[in-house]
């Protein structure tokens, strides 16, 4: 009589080959995957050299938009500059440059050819003096103002100023005033007198005078468009 084997197993041999393939299996591929593992510190320190480069992409990024900002802020600049050359030489065009010149009409009594700013031609008033230039402005009604300039020095004088005709003479007459060199008052300015005329090709000439006392200092000037 055959008895019944009642040995409990609870893993039979099959089972058991089963795992052994599958923790086979596991152990393959964490091999071949190996090398593809990444440490940890690795990881974090190309995390923070990332975040570095992104940071400064970001900054050469921002100083780049503000160069354009301000390369556009200096072409609007200069664009502007140059509209007010245009305005400027097309003013000036419009009254004219050069040398002040009589009216061409022997009828026009205006003073519309002195309108603006001029400048002489360096002079001395006397001999002992250093050379300066003289700048008159003028409105349309001859009434004006002058800067004398004594760049030696650096000197300014400056007074009110007038500028009228007398027949085919032009006079122009500045007022006794006061001199400075920078902060400092630099004495008394003495009146200038320049009697003009046209020579025989319209340029007007201008003879000046100015009397300190007893000596009476002259020169001769054109003036200059300025």
């Not at 052994?20 to 393959?28: C, D, E, P, Q, R």
């Not at 974090?44 to 556009?72: D, M, S, T, V, Y």
């Not at 009254?95 to 002195?114: I, N, V, W």
Request: with cysteine; proline share 3%.
């Amino acid at each position: 009589m055959k008895y019944r084997d009642r040995t409990l197993a609870v893993f039979s041999v099959s089972a058991l080959d089963l795992f052994a393939s599958a923790m086979g299996t596991f152990i393959l591929i964490a091999i071949v995957l190996f090398p593809y593992y990444l440490n940890t510190k690795d990881a974090a320190a190309a995390a923070k050299h990332q975040a570095a480069e992104i940071e400064a992409l970001q900054r050469r990024a921002a100083q780049a938009k503000a160069k354009a900002a301000k390369a556009k802020r200096e072409a609007a600049t200069a664009k502007n500059e140059a509209e007010k050359a245009r305005r400027a030489a097309q003013a000036a065009k419009k009254r004219g440059s050069g040398t002040m010149k009589a009216p061409k009409s022997q009828g026009d009594k205006t003073l519309k050819f002195a309108i603006g700013c001029w400048r002489t031609d360096p002079f001395r008033h006397s001999a002992t003096q250093q050379p300066g230039v003289a700048q008159y402005c003028f409105d349309k009604n001859g009434k004006g103002n002058m800067i004398f300039y004594r760049l030696a020095k650096r000197e300014m004088c400056s007074s009110f100023a007038t500028i009228k005709r007398n027949g085919a003479l032009i006079l122009i007459d500045d007022s006794d005033s006061r001199c400075h060199t920078g902060t400092r008052d630099n004495g008394g300015w003495w009146a200038d007198h320049l009697t003009c005329r046209p020579n025989p090709a319209g340029e007007i000439i201008c003879q000046g005078e100015s009397r300190i006392g007893s000596r009476v200092d002259r020169w001769q000037v054109r003036l200059h468009r300025q």
